[in-house]
């Protein structure tokens, strides 16, 4: 060929799904949506474009943000469209315009693909997906010890034990109010500060003091006792027998937002000390698209994060990862093909999953391929089996074989 | 408040899917990945954001497509980014790179969204989801009849029966043959013939006549007589008890990257008169990636046709809608909040999807709500049934109450 061949990496920053890794993506959606569901949440979605204006409306911080760190372009009709950083603005976009014709509390969840435009730096995906839930219109602490306990069920329907992650619950209300108590009024204050805190897990604690005095211009430290709404919420998880659950006043959450509880899972293992979910209550959110507002209480967890704490534990069965059907119809030559097609039908209508190895392999290089993907079961079919009508199932881990017309093979999978 | 309000409205041309919507939605996307895995076709999946150059490669047409019907745009590391606006090239550069680990044939399918920059125009969408299903490395008939008779089963899964849709099939190595022995050689004729071709369903016998003589720069029309090729996938399909298969000169498809046979399915009610779907074989796809041509045929099919037909053919069971939970535990005072989502928990522990209405609504108002949101059974936790231990567990279509502790209410439902 004259010209240059064309790459085939995907986009920078995102991936490539192929079966493998899209049966670990699929099984870890599953068993996300599994879990919201028995909690009574239903699945929503929108599209990954939103108007600009969406992100921007919360002022300059919001704004640089937008500019600086998100897919923005402008359309041919001269609208400003950004690729979705993050859910919540647009669940609450959704919830605001059907604010009349919904039925409060709102449980809602959903499992979306979010873009950030990350500078390059090795292992920094521009694009990954999260589950995210929400409730709406539930101001009382028993929405607020749901969507906790919601999200350690998340991690629990994995297999995970109490042990293996830790809950750090906080509540931005009372740490403002200390914050005024301490003479911090101003809002660029209150936020530097707020900033220094949620930077404390990554600094010596002698380096913490000094930028706590900095940010907040006099002396300062964070509050040690266990404010009682933050006991409240602790009292009730232990109450639905959730104990990995403790009060830290270092969890402020990044977005200014958050009006009430935050919260925070690590995962405790030191290979992966990182937070694997983060969430909280916030009640101004559907306020700009006017009306009164709705309070709101939610949380997101990633997907990457979500794989590593997985294969972290070892609680990612190999199972998993199997996408071959379980049974292959294997014709010993191209002229049986058709037949195989028409005994593959028969199974497929007993609802079992069914291939026909159409190659021009010989037969022993279909059994071994079919091998190799962790095919369940093969038939082979041939003239003998044809004329006959008689064919051999064979199990490819036991070995065992059993023989008989398809109606006996299919018997004997179901 | 001071300032304009934010409008709720999704981006143009975009979808909010709504618990409901998101429902028949995910009801679609359910029964194709079930009916794709019968077939033994595994699942992958790609970032929606591709190099434009994987769009462009293949020539001028391709490139003015690229710019003037995709949302293309410039990244800040000066790299020109496409939102993919079909799947086949995505999986032709995800076949060529791993064309030495994978084992063919591959049956591969994706659910992915897909982005197209309609000129605004109403009930045009700029996203939709589309099924593709796509085989490598079978060079056989055998590959085409299952091909197809895979995406008749996609309809059949849903309750279709034949008499609801049409497949029609023809071969573009047998009408490019056709028109060469007609005279017609060069490329660009070619494809003035075959565009006209493909809008034979829109104008009149005549104007068609004069439209291919036209573009043809001779007398010409389309053959009549069936060519082998296409003879042995309809013979094939007979004997896989698909009938209502037909040869049809006419279908071309838009695509110039097909090489062999072609085909589409029609709806055959007169209210929803189009392509449901289409698909064919492509040999050269993969060669832009360098290595030899690896074969491939498949077949795309959007949701919104989808939703049509079965709508139109009365095949969307308004079941399929509900998204209530199984169980919602109705507190009679926010004091039972707790308690109520202890009880939650034991039936969410027996795998019974429940919710708590912790609103401040009173309990009649509750039982309402539960009773329009298509709840099936509701249990009120109050002061009594606390003290008693002793709950009441309704039916809410049935009106029957089942009276005990609240594992002999689980054992009702189990």
Same mark, same amino acid.
């Given at each position: 060929?004259?010209?240059?061949?064309?790459?085939?990496?995907?986009?920078?920053?995102?991936?490539?799904?192929?079966?493998?890794?899209?049966?670990?993506?699929?099984?870890?959606?599953?068993?996300?949506?599994?879990?919201?569901?028995?909690?009574?949440?239903?699945?929503?979605?929108?599209?990954?474009? &939103?108007?600009?204006?969406?992100?921007?409306?919360?002022?300059?911080?919001?704004?640089?943000?937008?500019?600086?760190?998100?897919?923005?372009?402008?359309?041919?009709?001269?609208?400003?469209?950004?690729?979705?950083? &993050?859910?919540?603005?647009?669940?609450?976009?959704?919830?605001?315009?059907?604010?009349?014709?919904?039925?409060?509390?709102?449980?809602?969840?959903?499992?979306?693909?979010?873009?950030?435009?990350?500078?390059?730096?090795?292992?920094?995906?521009?694009?990954?997906?999260?589950?995210?839930?929400?409730?709406?219109?539930?101001?009382?602490?028993?929405?607020?010890?749901?969507?906790?306990?919601?999200?350690?069920?998340?991690?629990?329907?994995?297999?995970?034990?109490?042990?293996?992650?830790?809950?750090?619950?906080?509540?931005?209300?009372?740490?403002?109010?200390?914050?005024?108590?301490?003479?911090?009024?101003?809002?660029?204050?209150?936020?530097?500060?707020?900033?220094?805190?949620?930077?404390?897990?990554?600094?010596?604690?002698?380096?913490?003091?000094?930028?706590?005095?900095?940010?907040?211009?006099?002396?300062?430290?964070?509050?040690?006792?266990?404010?009682?709404?933050?006991?409240?919420?602790?009292?009730?998880?232990?109450?639905?027998?959730?104990?990995?659950?403790?009060?830290?006043?270092?969890?402020?959450?990044?977005?200014?937002?958050?009006?009430?509880?935050?919260?925070?899972?690590?995962?405790?293992?030191?290979?992966?000390?990182?937070?694997?979910?983060?969430?909280?209550?916030?009640?101004?959110?559907?306020?700009?698209?006017?009306?009164?507002?709705?309070?709101?209480?939610?949380?997101?967890?990633?997907?990457?994060?979500?794989?590593?704490?997985?294969?972290?534990?070892?609680?990612?069965?190999?199972?998993?990862?199997?996408?071959?059907?379980?049974?292959?119809?294997?014709?010993?030559?191209?002229?049986?093909?058709?037949?195989?097609?028409?005994?593959?039908?028969?199974?497929? &209508?007993?609802?079992?999953?069914?291939?026909?190895?159409?190659?021009?392999?010989?037969?022993?290089?279909?059994?071994?391929?079919?091998? &190799?993907?962790?095919?369940?079961?093969?038939?082979?079919?041939?003239?003998?089996?044809?004329?006959?009508?008689?064919?051999?199932?064979?199990?490819?881990?036991?070995?065992?074989?059993?023989?008989?017309?398809?109606?006996?093979?299919?018997?004997?999978?179901?």
């Amino acid at each position: 060929m004259s010209e240059r061949n064309l790459p085939t990496d995907p986009y920078k920053g995102t991936r490539d799904f192929y079966p493998e890794d899209m049966a670990v993506q699929r099984y870890i959606f599953d068993t996300w949506a599994k879990t919201a569901e028995l909690f009574g949440f239903e699945r929503y979605d929108a599209s990954v474009l &939103e108007p600009s204006e969406l992100y921007k409306s919360k002022g300059a911080e919001n704004e640089e943000m937008v500019n600086e760190q998100t897919y923005t372009f402008i359309d041919r009709g001269d609208r400003e469209v950004t690729l979705r950083p &993050e859910m919540t603005p647009t669940v609450a976009r959704m919830v605001a315009a059907k604010r009349r014709d919904l039925s409060f509390p709102v449980r809602w969840y959903s499992i979306p693909n979010l873009f950030r435009y990350e500078r390059p730096q090795r292992g920094r995906l521009r694009e990954h997906w999260q589950l995210n839930c929400d409730m709406f219109g539930a101001q009382d602490a028993a929405a607020d010890i749901e969507i906790i306990a919601l999200a350690a069920q998340t991690l629990i329907a994995f297999g995970a034990t109490p042990d293996m992650f830790g809950i750090r619950i906080n509540n931005r209300a009372t740490l403002n109010a200390y914050l005024e108590n301490a003479g911090i009024t101003d809002d660029a204050t209150i936020r530097a500060v707020t900033n220094v805190i949620d930077k404390k897990a990554k600094v010596s604690a002698s380096e913490f003091d000094a930028m706590l005095t900095t940010a907040a211009g006099r002396e300062l430290t964070l509050p040690e006792e266990t404010p009682l709404e933050v006991q409240i919420v602790l009292d009730g998880l232990t109450a639905l027998g959730i104990t990995n659950a403790v009060y830290d006043p270092s969890i402020v959450r990044g977005f200014s937002y958050y009006t009430g509880t935050v919260f925070e899972v690590f995962d405790t293992s030191s290979e992966n000390n990182r937070a694997l979910l983060g969430g909280g209550r916030y009640d101004d959110l559907t306020s700009m698209f006017g009306g009164e507002p709705i309070t709101g209480i939610g949380f997101g967890m990633g997907d990457v994060t979500m794989r590593d704490f997985l294969e972290t534990h070892g609680l990612l069965p190999d199972s998993v990862r199997i996408t071959a059907p379980t049974v292959a119809i294997l014709p010993t030559d191209k002229a049986f093909n058709l037949s195989a097609a028409a005994i593959a039908g028969e199974f497929r &209508e007993a609802g079992i999953r069914t291939s026909v190895d159409i190659s021009d392999k010989k037969i022993a290089k279909k059994i071994g391929s079919a091998s &190799e993907q962790g095919t369940a079961y093969i038939v082979v079919v041939g003239e003998d089996e044809e004329r006959e009508g008689t064919f051999i199932l064979k199990a490819l881990t036991t070995k065992e074989e059993t023989s008989g017309t398809i109606s006996d093979l299919i018997a004997k999978i179901s």
